[in-house]
């Protein structure tokens, strides 16, 4: 059993989205993104299916050529190699569950 927090110790970069990796399972990886307002992660694509879920604030989720108002508790779910970007409407706290095959790296390469 693992037991974990996606709201304590949480850092805010004053210039790009703070990724962590939070916790790791034989079948997923679970990322906190905190995004303070403002802040965007550019249009980019992942190689296995993802699920993304607002634990705080409110974000703007692009995809497809539409923007979805995601607010806190709200859960989207996307299939792999679908492009897609976030803008923070106000300080935000994102949990992103990877596939255990992708690569958290990845994400800190999207960061702007």
């Known amino acids: 059993m693992k037991k974990v927090s996606f709201t304590e110790n949480i850092v805010y970069n004053t210039d790009k989205p703070a990724i962590k990796v939070i916790l790791e399972t034989e079948v997923s990886k679970e990322i906190r ?4 307002s403002g802040q965007f ?8 299916p993802i699920t993304v879920q607002v634990l705080e604030g409110v974000i703007e989720f692009g995809v497809q050529d539409e923007n979805v108002l995601m607010n806190s508790g709200d859960l989207i779910a ?9 803008k923070a409407k106000e300080r935000s706290i994102i949990r992103l569950t990877l596939s255990k095959n992708d690569s958290a790296s990845r994400i800190e390469k999207i960061i702007v």
């Open 33 to 36: 993104i905190a995004m303070d």
């Open 41 to 48: 992660m550019k249009e980019h694509k992942a190689p296995f």
């Open 78 to 86: 996307l299939e792999s190699n679908v492009l897609h970007d976030l």
